[in-house]
Each structure stands twice: as structure tokens, then as C-alpha cells.
T-cell receptor, first 114, second 109 residues
Framework: DTEVTQTPKHLVMGMTNKKSLKCEQH?????MYWYKQKAKKPPELMFV???????INESVPSRFSPECPNSSLLNLHLHALQPEDSALYLC?????????????FGSGTRLTVV | DAKTTQPPSMDCAEGRAANLPCNHS???????VYWYRQIHSQGPQYIIH???NNETNEMASLIITEDRKSSTLILPHATLRDTAVYYC??????????FGTGTSLTVIP
């Protein structure tokens, strides 16, 4: 298995809802990442997990809460989002944090906040 | 942090070579140049990377100038499936990776 699987592919949520995005990989990678991508903009790094521990938080608002329950799973819990949080959320993984050329990206979850 | 500058868009005729430039005049000595591409509605895909020497793989070639202040990604025979946004990225000293604005390449039949 050489893929990163993200679910759901599309999500519409209200500003008072709580939802979660899921990312899964079975390549034995020990680093996992969340990126946010607005329309016609490049991906922006949000969080980095290394060996299941949060190593980088790029000053992301607390309404986004990441979780890494095990080495294959990465979740992004969403609560009280704003319409401006609507974006494509990309998950990626790599063997190690420094192995950038080994990044594998999922196809993303397209989130719409109404 | 070192940054990259790319033209916002380029066109290329199908079957011809696509040459995508990238300027990175403030690159540090130990920073690699990476290229990724993103086809519409998909996640970014790794293409190639290099430090000083030119590199080639089954997808593309990477030419880095001797002073390392710029590089060019070459797709030798562009196809319609190569239409995508191409990102030139530097790995900075903090081992954090930031995407630049990229070049939107359109391959024309």
C-alpha cells in the first residue's frame, strides 16, 4: 500500500458543528502532516507529527485540534469553524520528518463551512 | 527564510519540452531544491530534488546553476497530463517545508 487515504472527500459543516477529518497510511511512515490549501493558493503547513508526537504547530487556531492515535492514523478535529476556514485540507506522510522527497500526499478533504 | 520565485503561468505545446524556471537567490549551502506538482483537485506529487548537481529521473530533469541561485525543471516531452501547478520548494534550516506560489503549466494540444 503506497497511498495516503483521507476521509471524507467532501464535508459541509455549520459553524457550531464538531467534525473530524481522518488520514491513514500503511507505509510505515513515522512523520505525518496536515496542510491547508485555499483556492488558487499553495498549501500551507499546519501541523507536523513525528513518531506520534506533535513537533510543529504553525500557530494554528485552537478550533483545529490534531490527534495521532497511532503511527498509521492522523485526525484533525474541527470545532466552531468560521467560513474563512473553508479550504482543501491535505494530509501527507514521510519516512522521517527530514525526508521531504519522500512525502506522499492524500487527495484531500474539501471542507465548506456554512 | 529562503524563498522561491516562479512565473505564475506558462504554456507549452504538446510533445515539446517544458522548461520551468525558479529563482532562489537567498538559498543556503545545505538547502535542497525540490519540485512538486499538483494536478487539479489532487494532492501534490513529488517530481525530483537536487543540491548542486543536475539530476534526472523518469519524470523530469533538474538543472541547478553553479551559484545555486536558480534552477530549471525540464519535462522533456510534455503531454496533456502534465498540465498542473508546479512548485519549486526549498528545505530550510528548520527542516520545515513551505510551498511558493508555483507555476501553472498548461500543455496545449
Amino acid at each position: 500500500d503506497t497511498e495516503v487515504t483521507q476521509t471524507p472527500k467532501h464535508l459541509v459543516m455549520g459553524m457550531t458543528n464538531k467534525k473530524s477529518l481522518k488520514c491513514e497510511q500503511h507505509m510505515g511512515h513515522r512523520a505525518m502532516y496536515w496542510y491547508k490549501q485555499k483556492a488558487k493558493k499553495p498549501p500551507e503547513l499546519m501541523f507536523v507529527y513525528s513518531y506520534e508526537k506533535l513537533s510543529i504547530n504553525e500557530s494554528v487556531p485552537s478550533r483545529f485540534s490534531p490527534e495521532c492515535p497511532n503511527s498509521s492514523l492522523l485526525n484533525l478535529h474541527l470545532h466552531a469553524l468560521q467560513p474563512e476556514d473553508s479550504a482543501l485540507y491535505l494530509c501527507a506522510s514521510s519516512q522521517e520528518v527530514r525526508a521531504f522527497y519522500g512525502y506522499t500526499f492524500g487527495s484531500g478533504t474539501r471542507l465548506t463551512v456554512v | 527564510d529562503a524563498k522561491t520565485t516562479q512565473p505564475p503561468s506558462m504554456d507549452c505545446a504538446e510533445g515539446r519540452a517544458a522548461n520551468l524556471p525558479c529563482n532562489h537567490s537567498t538559498i543556503s549551502g545545505n538547502e535542497y531544491v525540490y519540485w512538486y506538482r499538483q494536478i487539479h483537485s489532487q494532492g501534490p506529487q513529488y517530481i525530483i530534488h537536487g543540491l548542486k548537481n543536475n539530476e534526472t529521473n523518469e519524470m523530469a530533469s533538474l538543472i541547478i546553476t553553479e551559484d545555486r541561485k536558480s534552477s530549471t525543471l525540464i519535462l522533456p516531452h510534455a503531454t496533456l497530463r502534465d498540465t498542473a501547478v508546479y512548485y519549486c520548494i526549498l528545505q530550510n534550516t528548520g527542516n520545515q517545508f513551505y510551498f511558493g506560489t508555483g507555476t501553472s503549466l498548461t500543455v496545449i494540444p
